[in-house]
């Protein structure tokens, strides 16, 4: 009696990693796809943000994350499928 209800018990433990692995799989392949897109843009902001912090005058960054951004919608907007899913990203 006392053993079966161990193995359950590890059974269940088992299960719960498992789950847990498949959700943390699941949002890292969701963030590669959204950095992959949107890349360049969330670098450029970045850059502005420690310029801006640094106490200098960022709008050249501000300007190419606005134009990376654009970029980016017209790429979102490509029918895209397996063979063709990274081309023209992040140029």
């Known amino acids: 009696m ?14 719960g990693m498992t789950e847990y692995i498949i959700i943390v799989a699941l949002i890292a392949v ?11 843009t969330l670098r450029n902001q970045t850059a502005g943000l420690a310029i801006e912090m640094s106490g200098q005058d960022a709008q050249g960054n501000i300007k190419q994350s606005q134009t990376n951004a654009g970029t980016a919608t017209t790429n979102a907007n490509k029918t895209k499928n397996m063979g063709s899913y990274n081309d023209s990203n992040n140029n």
């Open 2 to 15: 006392k053993i079966s209800h161990i193995r359950r018990k590890n059974k269940q433990h088992g299960q």
């Open 30 to 40: 969701s963030a590669i796809g959204v950095y992959s897109l949107f890349g360049k």
